[in-house]
């Protein structure tokens, strides 16, 4: 069992930056693959971004591509997703994922806990 805790999220202006952190309990963190959600009010849940347990590959959706970051660091049981020139349609409730599988997947289905979610508002 895994339980996911993010923060970090907040309302910001349109070109700021915002780093959510995703606490993770148990000592088998290092096992599974992060992933990063998000979903907007009337829209499904849809992946920003993933990472494979060691930290060497991560897999970005084509929205976020250069302007996101996902990083872990497994000493710490703690997944990051750094936010930068963020835009008004990045406005969404934030979730971190854990897959047992400990490779990088995009869909939501294939992910085995969650956290309760960040809100992350960006204004114009």
């Known amino acids: 069992q895994v339980q996911l805790v993010e923060s970090g999220g907040g309302l910001v202006q349109a070109g700021d930056s915002l780093r959510l952190s995703c606490a993770a309990s148990?000592?088998?963190?290092?096992?599974?693959?992060m992933g990063w959600f998000r979903q907007a009010p009337g829209k499904e849940r849809e992946f920003v971004a993933g990472?494979?347990?060691?930290?060497?590959?991560?897999y970005y959706a084509d929205s976020v591509k250069g302007r996101f970051t996902i990083s872990r660091t497994n000493a710490k049981n703690t997944a990051y997703l750094q936010m930068n020139s963020l835009k008004p349609e990045d406005t969404a409730v934030y979730y971190c994922?854990?897959?047992?599988?400990?490779?990088?997947?995009?869909?939501?289905?294939?992910?085995?806990?969650w956290g309760q979610g960040t809100q992350v508002t960006v204004s114009s």
């Open positions: 994922a854990a897959d047992r599988t400990s490779t990088v997947r995009t869909a939501s289905y294939e992910y085995d806990y």
């Open positions: 990472i494979n347990w060691s930290g060497s590959r991560t």
């Open positions: 148990g000592r088998t963190f290092g096992n599974y693959a």
